[in-house]
Nanobody, 116 residues
């Protein structure tokens, strides 16, 4: 599978916003579902959001209404608004053909830190 590269992380205060980017080719996006995951220190990696080849989006309950995943120009974005300290984590993007298919290898991710 094609290696994805995530970027856009940083440090913000509670209530702030960030936009993460996940680079991929247009062809790759046409045949794969792309998902964002995150891993906080000492915790397991957890699902955040995904977008299917048809444009259908899904969100974890913890980010519903605050985060928006979108697709365009060989990129998948995660707009993160109303950030809270609990959102602090390393964020990763990954992809798979669909439900029941394996994800690809994990990259380095991008750090998001929310603190006062």
């Amino acid at each position: 599978q094609v290696q994805l590269v995530e970027s856009g992380g940083g440090s913000v205060q509670p209530g702030g916003s960030l936009r993460l980017s996940c680079a991929a080719s247009g062809i790759f996006l046409s045949i794969n579902t792309v998902a964002w995951f995150r891993r906080a220190p000492g915790k397991e990696r957890e699902f955040v959001a995904n977008i299917t080849t048809f444009g259908t989006t899904n969100y974890a309950d913890s980010v519903k209404g605050r985060f928006t995943i979108s697709r365009g120009n060989a990129m998948v974005y995660l707009q993160m608004n109303s950030l809270q300290p609990e959102d602090t984590a390393v964020y990763y993007c990954n992809a798979r053909r669909g439900a029941g298919y394996p994800f690809g290898p994990w990259g380095q991710g991008t750090q998001v830190t929310v603190s006062s």
